[in-house]
């Protein structure tokens, strides 16, 4: 077996292993390399093995440096799932170790692998703190609908009644807009609006945007991302009148009735943390909650991150970055965001 540092000559045949892999993501797939080293000037180190020149695993790793938020080698930064995909033990081990010599190499804090399922006894895991929610939907629109749960079924009834309208929007404009309110009240910087043109920019008709309207004016847009047979809306958001209009409700309806009509047959309504309003959400529309396994292994550090809202050190950020202007949160918040990979 050899492992050594992918570059851009095998980015073809990196994605072709990740799109064959029983449990390859969107997020391990070459690009976000491209786009993390272009956008944010964070060196990507991807880890490739082969045997006899053919693939047998990866680890796609990025290295995030923040003057606030510490030196980290992630699986992979700005995604929710990551980590090893590996034909064997053997393989997966061997990638694993080498991850450990880079990450000692490069003096990070900590090393950290996004699985979707535990990897490592021998790391440290957060347990009980990030969730994810997937779902099979049928080619049958009347078929998805029924499947929500009474209460949320007539939230989404409720925006059509409205008189809501969704459609593809082949810009990021309106997104940004929404988006970035939305964090805001929620306590979250935003990122930068470059970032969410590199992602439409590298992954091309694997990403689009569903903007919804409200007699003309935008009241709510989405960004999702398809992989092999899956849609996963990742980064959405309303205004302040979104709520009394169901728009929510309805934009997530149309995300799973488009993506059905292109041939999904998952709705993977990502990663959240335990107990938040996201996760209090997405149950309402009758999807159960997986645990995620992000496991660390500490270089420098003598304990795990704990960069989330959850937090009570952060608790004062939060509160006041929630009263901060709209137009103030986008200028600082991209320059906070970058840190938190």
Not at 128 to 147: C, P, Q, W
Not at 191 to 216: L, M, N, Q, S, Y
Not at 221 to 238: A, C, E, H, K, W
Request: aromatic share 12%; hydrophobic share 40%.
């Amino acid at each position: 077996m050899d492992i050594r540092l992918a570059s851009g000559h095998d980015a073809e045949s990196w994605d072709t292993y990740v799109a064959a892999h029983p449990h390859g993501t969107f997020f391990h797939r070459y690009g976000w390399k491209r786009l993390i080293e272009s956008t944010y000037g964070y060196p990507g180190h991807y880890l490739l093995a082969e045997r006899s020149g053919v693939i047998c695993g990866v680890l796609p790793l990025g290295e995030v440096r923040h003057l606030l938020f510490g030196h980290s080698l992630i699986s992979v930064p700005f995604c929710v799932y990551g980590g090893v995909l590996a034909d064997d033990e053997e393989t997966r081990t061997a990638l694993e170790v080498r991850a450990i010599a880079l990450a000692q190499e490069l003096g990070v804090s900590h090393l950290e692998t996004r699985n979707e399922r535990p990897m490592r006894d021998d790391w440290k895991r957060k347990d009980g703190l990030y969730v994810t929610f997937k779902r099979e939907i049928s080619a049958d629109h009347d078929a998805n609908m029924n499947a929500i749960p009474r209460k949320q079924r007539a939230m989404v009834r409720k925006g059509i009644k409205a008189g809501l309208v969704g459609e593809p929007d082949d810009g990021i404009d309106h997104l940004y807009a929404a988006y970035s309110e939305s964090v805001r009240n929620l306590g979250t910087p935003v990122f930068p609006k470059a970032h969410f043109r590199a992602i439409r920019a590298e992954f091309g008709d694997d990403v689009d945007v569903i903007t919804v309207r409200h007699e003309g004016q935008v009241v709510a847009s989405v960004m999702n991302y398809y992989f092999r047979d899956q849609v996963l809306p990742f980064y959405g958001g309303g205004i302040n009148a979104a709520r009394n209009l169901a728009a929510n409700d309805f934009m997530y309806w149309e995300v799973m009735r488009r993506a059905a009509e292109r041939g999904c047959r998952l709705f993977d309504f990502g990663r959240s943390k335990v107990d938040t309003g996201s996760y209090s959400f997405k149950k309402h529309w009758g999807f159960e909650p997986v645990p995620l396994s992000y496991e660390y292994f500490l270089v420098k550090a003598t304990e795990m991150p704990d960069l989330n809202p959850n937090n009570p050190k952060y608790r004062l950020f939060i509160n006041a970055w929630k009263r901060l202007p709209v137009g103030v949160s986008r200028l600082i918040g991209p320059w906070l965001a970058r840190g938190l990979a």
